[in-house]
């Protein structure tokens, strides 16, 4: 059965970064790409883009471009976010998706709680 | 980018209630639009599939219509595990929205 598991919770200062894991199984992972979205702290699902795990080809929001770098590792069938300069409202859980571009988000990460506090 | 409205942002409801949550998007995107069902603490879950399909394992009860700009989502038989919040979601062009969700209580 499909599986994707997520790294555990961070706390950050602000102005670090953090790289958030998302490790899949049970189908072959360069058939669908990943999406990677967050929820802050009582709030509504934030898209924060997609990658293609063929080829590396990503498509970010607009919000992330030059803070967010999505990356995959097919030979251990893993899918990275690194957000960079952190601040306080980036606190949220962040979630892979499996799918997201001609395929919609079927399987979701069981997320991870990021906390930025000084 | 593609504003997704959902309505209402939160209802409520009883066991047994027919519930029908609508979605609408500021502009046409055929049937690319999922349906998310999240419960306190979790991941959301997906529903339905390109405006009407139903995701794998899915009850029956979950129904989804709709094409263009207007969709809507029917529960047909509310039970006490569907009270949750639930989100469309257009994949039609990039950025992918997301509505602002409708809790169902």
């Known amino acids: 059965q499909v599986q994707l598991v997520q790294s555990g919770a961070e706390v950050k200062k602000p102005g670090a970064s953090v790289k958030v894991s998302c490790k899949a199984s049970?189908?072959?992972?360069?058939?669908?790409?990943f999406s990677w979205v967050r929820q802050a702290p009582g709030q509504g699902l934030e898209w924060m883009g997609w990658?293609?795990?063929?080829?590396?080809?990503?498509n970010y929001a607009q919000k992330f471009q030059g803070t967010v770098t999505m990356t995959t590792d097919t030979s251990t069938s893993t899918a990275y976010m690194e957000l960079r300069t952190l601040r306080s409202d980036d606190t949220a859980v962040y979630y892979c998706?499996?799918?997201?571009?001609?395929?919609?988000?079927?399987?979701w990460g069981q997320g991870t709680l990021v906390t930025v506090s000084s | 980018d593609i504003q997704m409205t959902q309505s209402p942002s939160s209802l409520s409801a009883s066991v047994g209630d027919r519930v029908t949550i609508t979605c609408r998007a500021s502009?046409?995107?055929?049937?690319?639009l999922t349906w998310f069902q999240q419960k306190p603490g979790k991941a959301p879950k997906s529903l339905i599939y390109?405006?009407?399909s139903l995701q794998s394992g899915v009850p029956s009860k979950f129904s989804g219509s709709g094409s263009g700009t207007d969709f809507t989502l029917t529960i047909s038989s509310l039970q006490p595990e569907d009270f949750a919040t639930y989100y469309c979601?257009?994949?039609?062009?990039?950025?992918?929205?997301f509505g602002g969700g409708t809790k169902v209580e």
């Open positions: 998706a499996r799918g997201g571009d001609t395929n919609p988000m079927d399987y």
């Open positions: 049970g189908y072959t992972f360069t058939t669908y790409g």
């Open positions: 990658i293609n795990t063929y080829n590396g080809y990503t």
């Open positions: 502009q046409g995107i055929s049937i690319y």
């Open positions: 390109a405006a009407s």
């Open positions: 979601q257009q994949y039609y062009s990039y950025p992918r929205t």
